[in-house]
């Protein structure tokens, strides 16, 4: 059996329709767990009522972990799919995923291809390329690309992506569950790293599809999220890289990609998130990183 987890903060319309689409579309054996994330209303026994059979946990809003790991508490079966409530399915996709974890023992994570909900016919995910030294820089591959079977081979990826994300539980026991220190954002790659560390294989399947209507959480050109972001950065660099590798990337960040990026925004008279970009990399640089 499949625990299918997903997140529902003040997106109550987005996760019914998350529901709905599992109970047309998918024939694999799962239970159903939604974490209402603190919402300003009580969606979650909205939730409750419309579907008896979901398993709905009421927690105050721990950020996109603490979320998912309170689902982690109640969930029982022997796959966790981690996947966002603003996300849909048009076919199966839990016995694909669940084939890829088990073609090999080492094989710990895998992601679905990503598309766009309101463009079905473009790929926003098909892996990512590993982190460059120092900079920290990567790619989604197919990110807006239109789908012409270009990415229709299943392969290894440096990391999975967070809006649709499954692991053994044996694999979660080993690893343990994602960290709930960046509260938002690298939260997958911080886990990733964490499954190649201890040698396990992560990867992109594209038999598996799961269409992304995009994040409703942190709406981009906003303070919060470029507070978070920056923010992330800056822990992954101190929690995932070591030796004088670690104090390079921290260097690199703080003295010349968050200035860049600061600048930027000030050239624009966004001074806002100019000022959430400092701060957000300060906060990552000086709060707990473990």
Wanted: with cysteine.
């Amino acid at each position: 059996m499949v625990s299918i987890i997903t997140v529902n903060y003040n997106g109550l319309a987005d996760t019914c329709e998350l529901i709905e689409s599992f109970h047309a579309h998918e024939t694999y054996p799962y239970e159903f767990i939604v974490v209402d994330n603190g919402s300003f209303l009580p969606e979650g026994k909205e939730i409750q009522k419309r579907y008896p059979e979901v398993k709905v946990v009421q927690n105050t809003n721990t950020g996109f972990a603490g979320g998912n790991n309170a689902g982690l508490k109640v969930a029982e079966g022997k796959y966790l799919f981690f996947i966002n409530n603003d996300t849909l399915i048009h076919e199966p996709i839990l016995a694909i995923l669940t084939h890829r974890l088990e073609a090999e023992q080492k094989n710990g994570g895998v992601s679905p291809m990503l598309k766009y909900t309101y463009a079905p016919d473009t790929i926003q995910y098909a892996g990512y390329t590993t982190f460059s030294p120092i900079t920290l820089r990567n790619r989604m591959l197919g990110e807006h690309e239109k789908d012409n079977k270009q990415y229709a081979n299943p392969q290894e990826t440096a990391s999975l992506h967070g809006a649709a994300m499954m692991v053994r539980r044996d694999v979660l026991q080993q690893v343990g569950p994602m960290t709930e220190v960046y509260f938002l954002f690298y939260e997958e790659f911080d886990w990733s790293a964490q499954m190649h560390r201890l040698g396990y294989k992560l990867w992109y399947e594209p038999a598996a599809v799961v269409y992304h209507k995009e994040s409703m959480t942190a709406k981009r050109g906003t303070p919060q999220r470029e507070f978070y972001l920056s923010r992330a950065r800056m822990l992954y660099a101190r929690r995932n890289l070591f030796g004088i590798e670690r104090f390079l990337s921290c260097i690199y960040i703080l003295c010349i990609a968050a200035p860049k990026k600061a600048i930027t925004y000030l050239l624009n008279k966004k001074h806002q998130l100019a000022t959430a970009v400092f701060r957000g990399t300060f906060s990552g640089l000086f709060s707990k990183s473990h």
